[in-house]
């Protein structure tokens, strides 16, 4: 298995709640690579939460450092990283994503909705409405979302072990010839 992307980079892309972080431990585990988790990094660099980036610096000054993270990382080889589900906004980002495969865990707003009722943490989802806001949000991020190399659609009740493994299982069928990847 430790062979099977040649060093390249798996990123994850998806909205919050996807379970990006949960099936990329996995997956580095699996592959035998590093893992990393933007949003830790990023936390931890700034020595504040997400939420308290949000409200001191804005959204603006989040994104900037998320592809501050991106850049440093994609330096890299053999990791599996999470990314933040915004992070597919910026064009530049992609220049990052793109040097290693790019994988979407795309989960339904419902199923976010179920996955993230109880969790504070999330900036984005401070609305009145969260499972209209995730409806939104989901639908201006489809179009970008849907330029990753691999789609796993996720189903109600899949284990994240389920989900690696469904991962792992299709990687073969984006890498026809892993050495032409990307060239």
């Known amino acids: 298995m430790n062979n099977l992307l040649q060093g390249i980079n ?10 990006k972080t949960t099936v990329g431990r996995l997956l580095a585990n699996e592959l035998q690579y590093g ?4 949003d830790e990094v990023i936390t931890a660099s700034a020595k504040q939460s997400i939420n308290q980036i ?3 610096e804005g959204e603006t000054a989040f994104r900037q ?3 501050d993270v991106l850049s440093q990382v994609s330096a890299y080889t053999k990791l599996t990283v999470a990314t ?4 597919i906004l910026k064009r530049e980002n992609w220049s990052y994503l793109h040097h290693g495969l790019i994988v979407w865990l795309d989960a339904s707003a ?5 996955r993230l009722k109880e969790d504070t943490t999330r900036p984005l989802l401070q609305d009145s409405n969260p ?5 939104s949000l989901l639908q201006e991020r489809e179009p970008l979302y849907a330029l990753a190399d691999l789609r796993i659609t996720l189903k109600e009740g899949e284990t994240p072990e389920e989900i690696a ?13 892993p050495l032409a990847f990307r060239g």
């Open 131 to 135: 499972l209209l806001k995730l409806r």
């Open 165 to 177: 493994q469904r991962v792992l299982t299709e990687i073969p069928s984006v890498l026809k010839n």
């Open 10 to 19: 798996l990123y994850l892309i998806g909205m919050m709640g996807a379970g």
């Open 110 to 114: 419902e199923l976010l909705y179920n």
């Open 65 to 67: 450092l998320e592809t």
């Open 84 to 87: 933040g589900g915004g992070i």
């Open 35 to 38: 893992f990393v988790d933007t």
């Open 54 to 56: 949000f409200a001191v």
